[in-house]
């Protein structure tokens, strides 16, 4: 994968006892001690070959062999239910197949989680935490692998997602 970007970052706010605004009062306890927390993954697609099942070479076994380059197997507007040009592959016959390795690639992927956390101090060094925690905070749907098996009904198409869909949980958590 050619391309990956990873952003994690942890941003304590600038408010409550001993920090740069709000340090004292009751607005200190409310507004204080807040964190914020966010990752970001985002790469390229993964690279994948397209193969033909069975046993095209006659060697006794299967699912050994790539298929015939016969055609460009890129589209100028891919979809989910055709990713890459059908025609541009064909069974090979009595061979193991023309075609190079990782010629094709899935679709990108991106993904985003967010924590928002408060700090309660209890004293003796320990701490309550408050977090809310969100997987995939925008919903990104990120659609999945295509199929690359010419002899398969959903060959060409993206059948599936990868990841899931937005999570939300709450927590609370002793630090002692």
Do not use: C
Not at 132 to 157: C, L, Q, R, W
Request: glycine share 10%; charged share 15%.
């Amino acid at each position: 994968i050619p391309h990956i970007l990873t952003w994690a970052s942890i941003w304590e706010l600038p408010f409550g006892r001993g920090k740069r605004w709000l340090n004292n009062g009751a607005a200190s306890w409310i507004l204080g001690n807040w964190q914020v927390s966010w990752m970001l993954l985002a790469r390229s697609g993964q690279p994948m070959t397209v193969t033909a099942g069975g046993d095209p070479a006659n060697l006794g076994f299967s699912n050994y062999s790539r298929a015939d380059l016969v055609g460009d197997p890129d589209l100028d507007n891919p979809t989910a239910d055709e990713w890459f040009n059908k025609a541009a592959f064909a069974a090979p016959v009595n061979a193991f197949g023309s075609s190079d390795r990782n010629i094709i690639r899935a679709p990108s992927y991106w993904n985003v989680d967010f924590t928002l956390q408060k700090n309660i101090p209890i004293g003796g060094g320990r701490q309550l935490e408050l977090r809310m925690e969100a997987f995939n905070v925008f919903n990104h749907v990120n659609d999945g692998n295509p199929n690359v098996d010419i002899t398969n009904a959903n060959y060409s198409k993206i059948t599936g997602m990868n990841g899931r869909a937005r999570q939300i949980q709450f927590g609370v958590r002793f630090v002692y």
